[in-house]
């Protein structure tokens, strides 16, 4: 009975002793999973840049950082360092020492814990689990929203570009692009990759209001800044019924209709004028008080675009319409006198030359008024190919004309259009007479001397020449071989 006693007395102290035991080991894990890194400080350094600080603890031989943009806790990191591995949810930044900047995307919010590891590389320690929201990228909002300009149906905003020096984590560009919104928030356009914008469609002489929006893509985040509203209006309708004429050989008359609205006082006008019509239109005049204007000193054949615009107040505002179309118009071409004195005349004609010269001027208009009528028959879509057909035609006339060297008529472009006589120099002048009404400058070559005559001229950008006693035009130089020159 004693040998039971004792048997049963030992099995209770043994199992005493295994239980002492075990919470003595359990003690020992729990103080080891307890004992942490303490004094961990993170903080935004830079944009895309973090510091880790943190207490460096004895016979930790090297510190690693988990960071994530997911939620975790110390229970999540002590499960993952059992078997000495961190799981793929974490980004891990390796050899971290106290101080140590880390690399990061913008704008985000990250948890971040400090791992200790002992001489065989064993996770040992680890921090409470930090958070950090990292810095975004500055983005101002734009201050000069403007209205840049305006028809009676759209307007152009206009603003200052967003410009940054910064790139996205992986280096590349970041992207920026503006959104418009009306006054009560409705999207107007999007995704706009230039500073200014037209938005069409509108009513004439109405207001609006719009605000413009930054929008930047970096680090797969658009970060959207919103400029204060700007109220625009759009202009009143554009002045009608245009028009240019001719008022000589140097100026130019421009009228239009008188505007015509309700309420509007102190009306006047101003005409803008330019030498394209995709050109550089300058004003002319402004405060007309009429419904004309006449640009004067400007060259003969001269084409000019103009436009006109109305200033009138309403309810003690000054406002101005919209453009009207644009117009052109061409002044008249000079008569260019295609009668010389002929220094290699005989003195025998001399009275007779007078009598010629006396009745130059309606000789003139007969021949130019055939040359005027053969230029407008004449089409081709190159200069060479308009000008082959001048002198064509105008050798045509020398076929049922005679070749002279005599009289008062020969050597005019009335000899060949309107009295069948006719020599080189006659021809020349003929064609010239053609040319000018096409348009064309042309050189009158060996005038008034005893040797062949022929024209000079541009054609299509090139020097050239044409010649219609023989009906022929080319670029470059006359082939004066064929008269033996």
Not at 73 to 99: M, Q
Request: proline fraction near 1%.
């Amino acid at each position: 009975m004693n040998k039971k006693r004792i048997n049963k007395k030992s099995i209770i102290i043994i199992g005493v002793i295994s239980l002492l035991i075990m919470i003595g080991i359990l003690c020992l894990l729990l103080v080891g999973f307890n004992k942490k890194i303490d004094n961990v400080r993170v903080s935004n350094t830079d944009f895309q840049k973090i510091m880790v600080n943190f207490d460096l603890i004895d016979d930790i031989s090297s510190y690693d950082v988990v960071l994530s943009d997911e939620k975790f806790d110390r229970d999540d990191i002590a499960e993952d360092i059992e078997d000495n591995s961190l799981n793929n949810e974490y980004d891990i930044v390796n050899n971290v020492t106290s101080g140590s900047t880390i690399d990061v995307l913008s704008n985000m919010l990250y948890y971040i814990c400090v791992l200790g590891k002992d001489a065989t590389g064993k996770y040992v320690i680890f921090s409470d689990v930090m958070e950090i929201k990292t810095q975004a990228l500055d983005v101002s909002a734009i201050s000069d929203l403007s209205l840049s300009d305006s028809t009676n149906d759209n307007i152009k905003l206009k603003w200052s570009p967003f410009t940054s020096d910064k790139t996205n984590y992986d280096g590349s560009e970041i992207i920026v692009t503006y959104s418009i919104y009306d006054k009560d928030g409705n999207l107007i356009k999007d995704n706009i990759e230039e500073n200014e914008y037209v938005i069409s469609g509108l009513d004439s002489f109405t207001k609006y209001a719009y605000r413009v929006t930054t929008d930047v893509l970096v680090d797969t985040k658009v970060i959207s800044v919103s400029s204060e509203l700007l109220d625009v209006m759009t202009k009143s309708d554009p002045i009608t019924g245009v028009s240019v004429k001719s008022s000589g050989t140097s100026s130019l008359s421009i009228t239009w209709d008188k505007y015509e609205m309700d309420n509007i006082e102190n009306i006047s006008y101003s005409v803008y004028g330019a030498d394209k019509e995709d050109g550089d239109f300058k004003l002319l005049k402004d405060n007309i008080e009429g419904n004309s204007y006449k640009e004067e000193k400007l060259d003969d054949n001269k084409t000019r675009y103009y436009y006109v615009v109305c200033s009138f107040e309403m309810d003690g505002s000054s406002y101005v319409s919209s453009n009207s179309e644009v117009v052109k118009g061409t002044t008249d071409k000079k008569v260019v006198t295609s009668y010389y004195s002929n220094s290699y005349n005989s003195s025998s004609n001399s009275s007779s030359s007078s009598s010629s010269s006396s009745s130059s001027s309606s000789k003139e208009a007969q021949a130019r008024a055939v040359a005027r009528k053969i230029a407008n028959s004449i089409t081709g879509s190159t200069d060479l190919e308009k000008v082959q057909k001048a002198a064509q035609i105008v050798y045509n006339y020398t076929l049922d004309a005679t070749y002279t060297t005599s009289g008062n008529d020969y050597y005019t472009a009335y000899g060949v259009f309107i009295k069948g006589e006719f020599s080189c120099a006659g021809t020349a002048r003929a064609l010239g007479m053609v040319l000018e009404e096409m348009g064309y400058k042309w050189t009158h070559v060996n005038p008034n001397q005893w040797t062949h005559q022929w024209v000079e001229l541009e054609m299509d950008g090139k020097k050239g020449y044409a010649d219609a006693m023989i009906a022929i035009a080319g670029y470059g130089e006359y082939p004066s071989w064929f008269w033996g020159m």
